[in-house]
C-alpha cells in the first residue's frame, strides 16, 4: 500500500513535469491524480497481458504517467470553469 502511494506521487509529479504550464494543484491532489494514473496505467497493462494490475512494470508505467498529464488536463479545466461561474 505504501509503494502504491509512492509510486503515485512519483508518476503525478512526472506528470507535472510533462504538462507544460503552471497548474495550481497541490501535493494531495498531485497524489490522488497519480494514483488514479497508476490504477488506469495498471489495468490496461494488465488488459494487454504484461502483468498484474498492481505489478510495477514499464509499460503499466508509461500509460500510467500519460493518463495523469490527461487527468491534469481535466483536472485544470474543471478547476478554471469553476472559478469563471462563481466570478
Excluded at 80 to 86: A, F, G, I, L, Y
Amino acid at each position: 500500500m505504501i509503494g502504491f502511494i509512492v509510486a503515485g506521487l512519483i508518476i503525478g509529479a512526472l506528470a507535472r513535469l510533462i504538462k507544460p504550464g503552471k497548474q495550481r494543484l497541490g501535493l494531495l491532489a498531485t497524489l490522488l491524480l497519480g494514483l488514479v494514473g497508476s490504477v488506469i496505467g495498471g489495468t490496461i497493462a494488465n488488459l494487454l497481458g504484461t502483468g498484474d494490475i498492481f505489478e510495477l512494470n514499464v509499460l503499466g508505467f508509461i500509460i500510467a504517467v500519460i493518463a495523469s498529464v490527461l487527468l491534469i488536463g481535466v483536472a485544470e479545466g474543471i478547476a478554471q470553469n469553476r472559478s469563471k461561474s462563481v466570478r
